[in-house]
């Protein structure tokens, strides 16, 4: 198995492809159908040939999504990175709105690990029809 910093072939099958970004190679596809990573070229057998472009860009869309990016604020990303080039403060914004609902989902998860806290520790472990946790569960009980 190869890793990106010692590629030094030019080019790649998918499985190769697949192997240097620890992406699957389904995803893969997925990623060509949808226009995030640009088609390879194929052999005279139909075979897809990568190059050290696809790996750095697959290898972007990964990281991008395992920080939460959503595929359309990476879609984003890519294109300001394109032969323009981006200013420093476009991508700012996408990644300062990113930090901003990152925020609120802890916010959120804050507000409902207290929630959560405070109905376990009222919790007598008696039956069900007693039981608080039970009770913020249900739709029906918790109105």
């Known amino acids: 198995m190869h890793s990106i910093t010692d590629v030094r072939a ?3 099958a998918i499985g190769d ?3 240097l970004t620890t ?3 389904e995803t893969i596809r997925y990623y060509e159908r949808i226009g995030m990573l640009p088609a390879p070229p194929r052999t005279a057998g139909g075979r897809r040939v990568y190059d050290l472009t696809h790996v750095r860009i697959l290898a972007f869309i990964r990281r991008s999504r395992e920080l939460g990016f959503s595929l359309e604020e990476i879609r984003a990303l890519i294109r300001l990175g394109g032969p323009d080039k981006a200013s420093c403060r476009q991508v ?3 990644a300062t709105h990113h930090l901003d609902d990152i925020r609120a ?3 959120d998860l804050r507000k409902m690990e207290r929630l959560l806290s405070k109905t376990v520790a009222q919790c007598t472990g008696t039956k069900a029809p007693d039981c608080p946790v039970l009770d913020i569960l249900d739709i029906r009980r918790s109105k």
């Open 92 to 94: 700012r914004e996408i």
């Open 17 to 19: 492809l697949s192997d």
């Open 105 to 107: 989902k802890i916010a």
């Open 10 to 12: 030019e080019s790649f």
């Open 23 to 25: 992406v699957n190679i």
